[in-house]
């Protein structure tokens, strides 16, 4: 609901995919849900921001969908892309709007090595591995290479920068509405899980709201250590450090079920720097933060 006029609209963010790796599903996944993750970010005077473009961009593209038809116009959005793991990228050829003719959607995300970012997906939405080519679609895709850069989308400041994980990722701080929240799904902690890179402390300084990688227990960080993520504790260390008020754990393995991350939930609001946020949660699917202006 919009607020009434010459008041802004507060800043909304709601969750369509949670999960990483690989989209699941069965009985154990009804509570947080097994799409790959999908985030989206609604701000006063600023086009919707779509944060990675995984299987649960196909149900934002549907609730979407309603809504642009009602109103009879495409869609216009900005979407910000951390990096080109297929967790992160297989649900953009589902994505309804797309279909729309005049439909816009500018993607900032990393290029690779001697390869930009329009060049990478290009390659990946193709032949032999998907019917169609991008260049069908009706509407307009424009791939924006971007590194450690600061960004302005309408009313929102937008900053990217570089963060330890396996390949080129980018975490990223959005400021709305005197609102910061800040998206980090894919963190490669340190093997002893103390230290916190600069670039990840300046994202997350003072945020309201942080959205962080905790796919992993300490007993699974021990055998994969190497693939890439974080533990729960270290999230909550990142966090505590970086003065967060709310975090939100994010990125859920798929081999964790709904009982496994309550667990996971309950343990980490006894850790001792939990009493140093306001808030611990795990992301769902269809959940939805307001941050009021």
Known sequence: MRAPAGYPLPVH??????????????????KYGGNTPCVALEADATPLLIMDLGTGLRALGEVLD?????????????????HLHFDHIMGLPFF???????????????????MTLQEVMKSVVQPPFFPIEMSEFRGELRFLDTADDDLVVGNAKIRSRTVPHRGHTLGFRIEADSKTVVYLP????????????????????????LIHDAQYTDEEFTEKHDWGHSTVPYAIRVAADAGVRRLVLFHHDPAHSDRDIDRMVSTARKLPDARRLADITAAYEGMTIELGS
């Not at 309804?96 to 993607?107: C, E, N, S």
């Not at 230290?195 to 300084?205: H, R, Y």
Request: hydrophobic residues 30%.
């Open 186 to 209: 894919d963190h490669q902690a340190p093997l002893d899980r103390q230290e916190v890179s600069d670039a990840v402390l300046e994202l997350c300084e003072g945020a309201d709201v």
């Open 96 to 114: 309804r709007p797309l279909q729309d003719p005049g439909a816009i959607i500018d993607v900032y995300g990393p290029s690779q090595e001697n």
């Open 13 to 30: 963010v709601t969750f369509y995919g949670t999960r990483g790796s690989c989209p699941c599903s069965g009985a154990g996944y009804r």
């Open 66 to 82: 309603r809504q642009l038809h009602r109103q009879g116009k495409p869609l216009e959005a900005t979407a910000l892309l951390t």
